[in-house]
């Protein structure tokens, strides 16, 4: 619908009208306005699947939803540093969500990963924001191309799930604009995603859904964003300062609570009426946009048998080979093995949360390898606890096998939305298992099931290790295609797998404190700080092993100098020189060699992947361009270059440089801050104990933000329950949530922690938002005083006040009387 009809429908619409059409009916569908010929539009969580729920609704992935197709999760999918791996996901995707009559994905989740510990890493793509751009890119291109928009989220700098509802992300601008916002930027520049998804989280005090600077100036006015802005579900807590911003859609409904508030603040001349239409029509755009059929006249019957094999195909693509000592892989099926391991035969496929797929078949490798001489041994029990018989057991059966497969990695108690790790090691029963069979074993082979880097303390025991990842539904098929030689890994790690915990920058300073978490670190984050200390890593980023080998030559640069144009093409040549057909992915850092601002040692820049025949040999072209030298210049607000000498770096991965060149620049910086000076810590990558004054200096403040509440503090509705646990109710209050909603959670997710650290993360005004008219503000009100112990009789008394009468308004809300 062109933009004068819309513009139309809004000047018919009522003030009540145009502020209900800003939240939701539900919790899955936009409100309708059925005089107006405004329909409801569904959306529903992705990012490897469709959670669309039908019954009972939630953004947790507790409660069933439709059976799908469950792909690879994120993490494999970077690995594979494919761009048509990613476009073909989101075409699947596409087709499957518009024969469910969706209007958006709400996927892909994109934020950078900080820290291996991040609950959800195993949904992100990467710690480098050049990949996850590219992925991201090609996967919304993919599925907008069949009728149904995206929502890429969580914008932005939502790197961790400990008090992600309330922490406040302290970063200073540069490193958000260089690692933090380019994947966002580079979809919405590239791919045009019809929404983005506001993040809970605080920035430099300011929370995401209420930052105009964040959701108006960078994401509309620097980057040119068309669609409109959702909130992730509850994360608004002040919806006309949020509208204002830049939001224009609240997730889920707040049974009117919120549309009210817009009504006052318009009436009362707070708003301007044209913010509010503005949104209308930013609203109605997508709305309509998914309702017009011809952009959905070539979806096919929606097929799951073909999607499994589709699926399979994809996790063999997303699969890294980390080890293969004495090219023990592919293996041969005449041989006898020994399958160890729970996970052999119920593999971990997926990871826990609002991406949980609820798919009507899983295949183990154990099953997909009939045609194999093996034995199976369970290796530990279904809750990772210490059981010397299995073990036992195990050892004397990889006794009697040439080789045995052991199938390890973390549980899905271990990482899941809502929680962060505490630490990197898989249970120790897992490790536990390795040595020992290892020990009996020369041949064993590891092959591991989880969403981010482990820590390996038996990495010199065994000779193979394949990182499986989470590999959706057919991940135990596309093992076996691996481990046998059907399928050539290609894939490479999206992320550094660190030595130990203490070696990642940020780990003196994540998860934060109780209100903030400090980016000390700076851009340091992943390889960059990795390669520019120089220090020892387990595996590399980039790195990932093939049954054949790759020979690089010819490096050519199509300039030696670049002045005014930063046009640089780089051209080599690639070889197959083993003798099976393979995959290789050549990737291509830049290194700015002496700077006055201060830079990591090099960047990724550039990745093709190509398929080469066994004698092959290609010719592989990467295009540079002036953000691929730049830096963002804070005294400009803007992306300008140094002049100066840059390094071209060809390699397999950043460990791994096969070819070099260098290009003399002329650039366009001229004021600079000298960063050897003002921030010599940031300057050498000594970044492990940065004093406040230096973070504060790259923060550009005079004093640093509170890091927790002062003693005593008074809870107020923008507190979450966790908040109120140094008064004497308060605590009470938390102790009957957290086993209230660890009962919910015993389901097929495996996890206690989720439900009842989100419930206690929650601030109390987005729980009376979430309550749609349960709880009201009388009853919100009266709790706080009651947590305070201020005047606790009458409080109390107001509280049941409020209970009794709540059925009463819930009634009236579900008639709309409240809001006529």
Same mark, same amino acid.
């Given at each position: ?423 990197? =090691?898989?249970? $120790? %029963? ?8 290892? &020990? *009996?074993?020369?041949? +064993? @082979?590891?092959? !591991? ?10 990495? =010199?025991?065994? $000779? %193979? ?8 539904? &057919? *991940?135990?098929?596309? +093992? @076996?295609?691996? !481990? ?13 797998? $660190? ?14 404190? +109780? ?306």
């Amino acid at each position: 619908m062109d933009k004068k009809k819309i513009k139309e429908i809004i000047s018919q619409m009522t003030l009540k009208e145009k502020a209900g059409l800003c939240s939701g009916k539900t919790f899955w569908l936009t409100k309708d306005v059925e005089r107006l010929g405004i329909p409801e539009m569904m959306v529903a969580d992705g990012p490897h699947g469709l959670r669309k729920q039908a019954d009972k609704s939630d953004h947790l992935g507790i409660n069933k939803s439709i059976e799908a197709t469950c792909f690879p999760t994120g993490v494999g999918v970077a690995a594979s540093f494919d761009r048509e791996l990613a476009r073909k996901l989101g075409e699947i995707l596409g087709y499957e969500a518009a024969a469910e009559d969706l209007g958006v994905v709400l996927g892909p989740a994109i934020n950078i990963k900080r820290s291996p510990l991040c609950g959800r890493n195993f949904e992100y793509l990467s710690e480098d924001p050049y990949l996850t751009g590219e992925i991201a890119t090609s996967y919304t291109q993919g599925l907008q191309s069949k009728g149904v928009g995206v929502s890429v989220k969580h914008f932005a700098v939502n790197s961790q799930e400990k008090f992600r509802m309330t922490i406040s992300e302290e970063v200073d601008e540069r490193t958000m604009r260089e690692i933090y916002f380019p994947g966002f930027e580079n979809t919405v520049k590239k791919a045009d995603p019809w929404t983005i998804m506001c993040a809970y989280n605080k920035i430099n005090g300011e929370y995401c859904s209420q930052n105009k600077w964040l959701l108006t100036d960078v994401l509309r006015k620097d980057w040119g964003f068309k669609g409109f802005v959702v909130s992730d579900w509850g994360a608004v807590l002040n919806r006309v300062e949020a509208l204002e911003a830049g939001l224009e859609l609240e997730m889920p409904t707040s049974g009117g609570r919120n549309d009210i508030k817009i009504v006052e603040a318009v009436e009362s001349g707070k708003l301007d009426e044209k913010v509010l239409d503005l949104a209308c029509e930013r609203l109605l755009t997508i709305v309509f946009r998914s309702l017009e059929k011809h952009s959905r006249t070539d979806i096919p019957v929606y097929d799951r048998d073909l999607d499994h094999k589709k699926a399979r195909a994809m996790a063999t693509e997303t699969m890294v080979l980390l080890k293969n000592e004495g090219d023990i892989l592919p293996l041969d099926k005449k041989k006898k093995y020994a399958f160890i391991g729970q996970f052999a035969k119920v593999p971990r496929y997926q990871g826990g949360g609002s991406s949980h797929i609820n798919t009507s078949r899983v295949v183990g490798a154990w099953d997909a390898a009939s045609d194999i001489d093996k034995v199976f041994a369970k290796g530990y029990r279904d809750d990772s606890k210490e059981d010397e018989k299995l073990i036992k057991e195990a050892v004397e059966i990889a006794k009697t096998v040439d080789i045995p497969i052991i199938f390890a990695g973390l549980p899905p108690y271990y990482e899941s939305e809502g929680f962060d790790r505490t630490h990197m =090691d898989m249970p $120790p %029963v897992h490790n536990a298992l390795i040595s020992a069979v290892a &020990a *009996v074993n020369k041949n +064993t @082979v590891v092959v !591991l099931h989880n969403g981010s880097p482990v820590t390996m303390p038996w990495v =010199d025991e065994v $000779p %193979v290790i394949l990182e499986a990842y989470l590999g959706g539904e &057919a *991940v135990g098929e596309a +093992t @076996v295609d691996i !481990l046998f030689g059907d399928a050539n890994p290609s894939a490479k790690l999206s992320e550094t797998f $660190p030595i130990a915990l203490k070696d990642v920058a940020s780990s003196a300073y994540y998860p934060g404190y +109780t209100r903030v978490v400090e980016h000390r670190e700076g851009l340091y984050v992943g390889y960059r700080y990795f390669d520019k200390k120089n220090l020892d890593v387990l595996f590399p980023f980039g790195h990932g092993l093939s049954y054949t080998k790759f020979e690089y030559s010819d490096l050519k640069l199509s300039s030696e100098k670049l002045d005014g144009d930063y046009s640089l093409t780089v051209k080599f040549k690639v070889k197959n020189v083993g003798d099976r057909a393979g995959k290789e992915v050549v990737q291509l850092y830049v290194k700015d060699i002496e700077s006055t601002v201060y830079r990591p040692e090099k960047e990724l820049k550039g990745f093709e992947k190509v398929s080469l025949k066994p004698g092959e040999e290609t010719f592989v072209e990467i295009g540079l361009d002036k953000r691929s030298f730049a830096f963002y210049n804070v005294l400009v607000s803007d992306w300008q270059v140094e002049s100066g000498d840059f390094e071209i770096l060809v390699g397999a991965s950043s460990r791994d440089i096969r070819l070099s060149g260098q290009v003399s620049v002329v650039g366009d910086a001229t004021e600079m801050t000298d960063d050897k000076k003002l921030i010599p810590s940031y300057y050498s990558g000594d970044v492990e104990d940065i004093s406040d004054k230096e973070f504060a200096t790259l923060l550009g403040r005079d004093e640093l933000s509170p890091r927790d509440y002062e003693e005593g503090y008074k809870v107020t509705k923008y507190n979450d329950l966790f908040d109120t646990q140094h008064t004497k109710w308060g605590k009470r209050i938390c102790k009957i949530v957290v086993k209230a909603a660890g009962g919910v959670s015993k389901d097929d997710l495996g996890s206690e922690d989720m439900s009842g650290k989100m419930a206690l993360q929650t601030p109390i005004e987005a729980m009376v938002n979430f309550a749609g008219g349960v709880l009201t503000n009388k009853s919100m009100n009266a709790l706080i005083d009651f947590i305070n112990g201020d005047k606790p009789f009458r409080a109390v008394m107001r509280l049941l006040g409020a209970l009794i009468i709540s059925p009463f308004t819930i009634r009236k809300f579900r008639k709309n009387e409240l809001f006529k």
